[in-house]
């Protein structure tokens, strides 16, 4: 009787460890898959930005990582800002826009958490409203670097933060007023690709 | 962690040197005050003249307001252009907190400055004078853009012409915005005045002063992206210098799109070629150019046209 009951209990034991066995074998597999096949990832999202004492500046965002070139880590970009989607859309603001390329680099590949830094390079253009102000600069390039971090909810959908510096801006003397050096900015994108 | 401990000890060290050493050659000091302290009658038509006739009751009166951290000086050269007149007054006034020691401009606010502006417009009000001209520079002007978007002239007489010579709605210093953020840390900030300079304007910022500088800018800004209308009967005017270090020539683009007059028609502007902050005082620059003396000459004549 002991030894039926030993045996049953052998069973028992050898069934479990093959289920568990075939369950993390199913866990490594998919893993392995999702670390070892390689995707394009297109990104295409929504940019709220606030510069620090001006404007609330919004538009599109979209950035592209190749399976080949630092797969999920490099992003190549481009973003539309524009306080006419901001603080201009229903007031007297200045009606200005930014067209800027990016650089980005993500650390820690496969976490939800990630770091990235980010280089952009673009053009400036503020609409004054009237020839009087012609005299005045209103188009500049813009250069920035940007540090944040982006966090994935889901597969697919993304939220990046970041602060900003711009390293031209105006001055009184020369440049566009309304181009500020500090601002924050959130993205939410969702990856078109995956 | 012992790091840590030197950064805080640096950062402690650096928040408690808020106080300067004040050289009484400076206005900061106790030695030099704004005439205007001790001689009112001097300085203003509600004191120099408190029981006009019925004509002088008439009679333009320019109320002329100066920039942040200057004097009454910033307009004593339109006083000595006009000379004796019959035609109109001028009244200077000093914002509250300037003109006297670094402790009561470090403890004033955006409201005692205007308040020295509001004072004398009810005293002017009050006594009879029913022309009255605001011609302000650099803050002044975001002071009175704060009382215009408050609709601060519709229970009293409007004034009959509002000038802003290089309004402050943009600072050119696009850090300003930080001195809430880095301002304890500096406690002060210096500025680069000439020697002469230095006995009219004051030589040190307190930090707690460009926080209200900063925030009066930002209220005006938001009123004008808002929009506001001129009381009847007044005209605005706006002078900027097409370069300027101190307030960036965009805050007139901001004024223009931002103001419109009763009829609601756009309002004046002359953008002015000079790189001068508040071009019309030229007294104790460094140097001046024929340009910069045909800008003021026009910009006098200018007001004293635009009364009529």
New interface residues.
């Given amino acids: 009787m002991k030894l039926t009951n030993f045996l049953k209990s052998l069973s028992l034991v050898a069934f479990i460890s093959t289920s568990n066995l075939s369950a993390q074998t199913d866990v490594i597999l998919s893993d392995l898959k999702l670390r070892n096949v390689q995707t394009d990832i297109m990104n295409v999202g929504i940019r709220i930005q606030k510069t620090s004492g001006l404007y609330w500046e919004n538009g599109l965002d979209i950035e592209y990582s190749n399976k080949s070139l630092l797969n999920d880590k490099l992003f190549f970009g481009f973003s539309y800002v524009s306080s006419r989607l901001g603080t201009a859309l229903s007031s007297n603001a200045i009606k200005q826009d930014n067209y800027i390329l990016s650089a980005r680099y993500y650390a820690r590949k496969n976490k939800k958490l990630r770091p990235f830094s980010k280089f952009n390079l673009g053009y400036f253009n503020a609409d004054y409203g009237s020839e009087l102000f012609d005299v005045l600069d209103n188009t500049s390039v813009i250069t920035s670097l940007e540090f944040g971090l982006s966090y994935t909810f889901i597969k697919k959908l993304k939220l990046s933060s970041s602060f900003g510096y711009n390293f031209i801006t105006g001055n009184g003397m020369e440049g566009p007023g309304t181009l500020y050096p500090i601002y924050l900015q959130s993205t939410i994108s969702w990856n078109l690709k995956q | 962690m012992k790091k840590l401990l030197a950064l805080c000890l640096i950062f402690s060290i650096i928040s408690c040197n808020d106080q300067p050493i004040i050289d009484d050659s400076y206005l900061d000091g106790e030695l030099i005050f704004d005439a205007s302290t001790y001689n009112q009658a001097e300085y203003l038509t509600s004191y120099s003249n408190p029981n006009p006739t019925d004509s002088e009751k008439d009679k333009p009166v320019f109320i002329a307001c100066h920039g942040y951290s200057a004097t009454t000086f910033e307009w004593s050269e339109f006083k000595e252009w006009t000379g004796e007149t019959d035609s109109y007054y001028i009244s200077q006034v000093l914002l509250g907190g300037h003109g006297s020691n670094y402790e009561d401009f470090k403890s004033s606010s955006w409201l005692d400055w205007q308040n020295s502006i509001t004072e004398e417009y009810e005293r002017l009000v009050t006594i009879g004078y029913t022309n009255i001209n605001l011609l302000t520079s650099s803050t002044s002007c975001t002071l009175i853009l704060e009382l215009l978007s408050r609709d601060y002239f519709s229970n009293t007489i409007a004034p009959k012409n509002i000038y802003l010579v290089d309004p402050l709605v943009?600072?050119?210093?696009?850090?300003?915005?930080?001195i809430g953020l880095i301002g304890p840390m500096l406690g002060y900030v210096e500025s680069a005045n000439t020697a002469e300079e230095d006995n009219y304007w004051y030589h040190f910022r307190p930090q707690e002063t460009l926080q209200e500088l900063?925030t009066i800018s930002?209220i005006a800004r938001k009123a004008?992206?808002?929009?506001i209308k001129l009381p009847v009967g007044c005209s605005l005017k706006v002078y900027k210098s097409?370069?300027?270090?101190?307030?960036?020539?965009?805050?007139?683009?901001?004024i223009?799109?931002?103001i419109r007059t009763f009829n609601n028609t756009?309002i004046d502007?002359e953008?002015v070629s000079s790189?001068l902050h508040v071009y019309t005082r030229l007294s104790f620059r460094e140097s001046i150019s024929e340009i910069d003396d045909e800008n003021q000459l026009n910009s006098f004549t200018d007001f004293v046209e635009r009364l009529n």
Avoid at chain 2, 224 to 227: A, D, F, H, N, V
């Fill in positions: 943009i600072p050119s210093d696009k850090t300003l915005p930080l900063y930002k004008l992206e808002e929009g097409i370069q300027d270090p101190t307030t960036d020539p965009v805050g007139a683009v901001l223009y799109n931002g756009h502007v953008m790189d």
